[in-house]
Nanobody
Framework: VQLQASGGGLVQAGGSLRLSCAASGRTFSSYHMGWFRQAPGKEREFVAAMSSSGNILYGTSVKGRFTISRDNGKNTLYLQMNSLEPEDTAIYYC??????????????WGQGTLVTVSS
């Protein structure tokens, strides 16, 4: 599967953005999906994951502010980000795989989309 993330941009603190991840192929619904982010000089961090059956996990720093969802009919994964903080500035990556996990053990990765939150 190929993944294409989009929707990043520059936003002020307290604002919102919605990221999208478009997937190719006919088997999107069978994959577990995740969002990760990497800030400059930092390791890649788990943000959120959604299993093929709809179970959801969130990273501690985004819980209550971010919402992950998926539309299997459109082969698309979403990340609604509200109450954004400067600390959310990072490149955001979507991932697909055969494990529902908070780790990097996903099989396929998108190219990333940059989110910049100004104070």
């Amino acid at each position: 599967v190929q993944l294409q993330a989009s929707g990043g941009g520059l936003v002020q603190a307290g604002g919102s953005l919605r990221l999208s991840c478009a997937a190719s192929g006919r088997t999107f619904s069978s994959y577990h999906m995740g969002w990760f982010r990497q800030a400059p000089g930092k390791e890649r961090e788990f943000v959120a994951a959604m299993s093929s059956s709809g179970n959801i996990l969130y990273g501690t720093s985004v819980k209550g502010r971010f919402t992950i969802s998926r539309d299997n009919g459109k082969n698309t994964l979403y990340l609604q980000m509200n109450s954004l903080e400067p600390e959310d500035t990072a490149i955001y990556y979507c991932a697909a795989g055969f494990r529902f996990t908070t780790t990097n053990l996903y099989n396929y990765w998108g190219q990333g989309t940059l989110v910049t939150v100004s104070s």
